[in-house]
Every structure is written in structure tokens, then in C-alpha cells.
């Protein structure tokens, strides 16, 4: 069957109609994961920065909560020699027996470099 010139305008009309209803529907539908997801962005920024804070805040305090008096660093100097002479460490790991000793004795991971280069000093 032949449709006429009217039946088609009118086929090619709706088309265009429903395209472009379907075509707000997903420009809608994108504008809404797009606002989503620069929520979820800036959430993920506040919370790395609150991170960073925090982490800056315990490294400050660990540093100021765990001091080595020159009594304590001649104890562990001893230990540490001691450890070395029995245990036959090879000099190559003094450096990582010495930071263990005073991770283990301060409890704090962050570990002084001149108190270790002290402790591990001939």
C-alpha cells in the first residue's frame, strides 16, 4: 500500500517529536549523574582533606608525645649492642634493628635518623 504524502509528514512529525522527548529525557538524566557525581567529587575532597589533617596532627603529636632522654638513648644503644653481638647481626641491618628498638621501646613509627645513626655508631 502507497502511504500518502500527509501519512508520511505525519510519521516523519511523531518521529521528530518522540526524538526529541526521548533526547530531554537523557539530557535530563545526564544533567542528574553529572550533579552526582560532582557531589560525590567534592565529598571525596573533603574527606582526603580531613585525612591529610589528621594524619599531620597524629605526626605531630606522636613527635611531641615520644621524646628519647639521653638516658633512654644510652639504654637502647646498649641493647642494641648487645642484640648485635648475640644474635650475629650483619652490619648491613643494624640500621632496621635499631629503628625496631626504638619503635618497640617509644611505640611511635616515626623514628628520629640521628638517634638511629647514634644508636648504630661504632
Known amino acids: 500500500m502507497i502511504e ?11 518521529a521528530s517529536f518522540l526524538s526529541q522527548h526521548h533526547s530531554r529525557a537523557y539530557i535530563s538524566s545526564l544533567r542528574g549523574d553529572i550533579a552526582q557525581t560532582r557531589r560525590a567529587i567534592a565529598a571525596s575532597h573533603e574527606l582526603l582533606k580531613r585525612f591529610r589533617q589528621r594524619k599531620i596532627d597524629e605526626a605531630t603529636r606522636d613527635v611531641e608525645q615520644h ?9 637502647l644503644r646498649n641493647v642494641f649492642k648487645a642484640l648485635v653481638l648475640e644474635t650475629k647481626t ?8 635499631a629503628q625496631s628498638l626504638v619503635f618497640e621501646f617509644t611505640g611511635c613509627e616515626r623514628v628520629d635518623a640521628a638517634l638511629v645513626d647514634w644508636i648504630i655508631r661504632k
Open 90 to 97: 650483619p652490619e648491613c641491618q643494624w640500621r632496621a634493628l
Open 67 to 75: 621524646r628519647v632522654s639521653a638516658f633512654d638513648a644510652e639504654i
Open 4 to 14: 500518502s504524502g500527509t501519512d508520511i509528514a505525519r510519521a516523519v512529525v511523531d
